[in-house]
């Protein structure tokens, strides 16, 4: 059972440059979520679904764009990355109607240059 | 808006020392609240939570924590620690309905560097 799988799991990018990070669980969730985590901040909201066909905005929205391609799969997409984008990020998911914790994918290395 | 504070960033600690690793939150509504632990380089994973009934909750090695409502504070200890309890603590928090529901967001604490030296 692989759970929350996140790829890729390290990405160098240029200032400018775009990408997707993809995410998909196994678990039948209907609430997925990414997160940034920096040091010493904690992990941060930057947008969930609460369902299939809906998203919306975290903490630390700005710069991110998102898809939630279906109930398997949640993308978040940075259109123009920046240096202040470099972080570790998170997907996660949940069934919270029945009020499980989340569950985390390994996370995604990224650092813009 | 929900908010957490762990008061700690770093714990150095002795292997079989006592351990307790602090957070409070402030919430306007009802709360649910976690303990998750982050092994280097790896994702988070559940430690322990605390949704409705005893106020003092455990997880499967060894840790503890309890809902104290009046001070707003889920403290999470552990009696006696591991060298491989060296890890990345994070408190965190999901508000509820009404209806006792939780909105899913989680909310986090700075996180807590636990060191267990020999």
């Known amino acids: 059972n692989a759970g929350v799988t996140q790829t890729p799991k390290f990405q160098v990018l240029k200032t400018g440059q775009s990408m997707t990070l993809q995410c998909a669980q196994d678990?039948?969730?209907?609430?997925m979520y990414w997160y940034r985590q920096d040091p010493g901040m904690g992990l941060r909201l930057i947008y969930y679904s609460a369902s299939e066909g809906t998203t919306d905005k975290g903490e630390v929205p700005n710069g991110y764009n998102v898809s939630r391609l279906n109930k398997r799969e949640f993308s978040l997409r940075l259109e123009s990355a920046a240096p202040s984008q470099t972080s570790v990020y998170f997907c996660?998911?949940?069934?919270?109607?029945?009020?499980?914790?989340?569950?985390f994918g390994q996370g995604t290395r990224l650092t813009v240059v | 808006a929900q908010s957490v504070t762990q008061l700690d960033s770093q714990v150095p600690v002795f292997e079989e020392a006592p351990v307790e690793l602090r957070c409070n939150y402030s919430s306007s509504v009802s709360v649910y609240l976690f303990w998750y632990v982050q092994y280097p380089n790896q994702g988070l994973q559940l430690l322990l939570k605390y949704l409705s009934g005893s106020t003092l909750v455990e997880s499967i090695n060894g840790f503890e924590a309890e809902f104290n409502k009046s001070q707003t504070s889920f403290h999470l200890r552990k009696p006696s620690v591991h060298i491989s309890d060296t890890a990345e603590y994070f408190c965190a928090v999901s508000e509820t309905n009404a209806g006792g529901t939780s909105y899913g967001k989680l909310t986090f604490g700075q996180g807590t560097i636990l060191t267990v030296h020999p």
């Open positions: 996660a998911s949940s069934e919270r109607l029945l009020n499980t914790e989340a569950f």
């Open positions: 678990m039948n969730h209907n609430s």
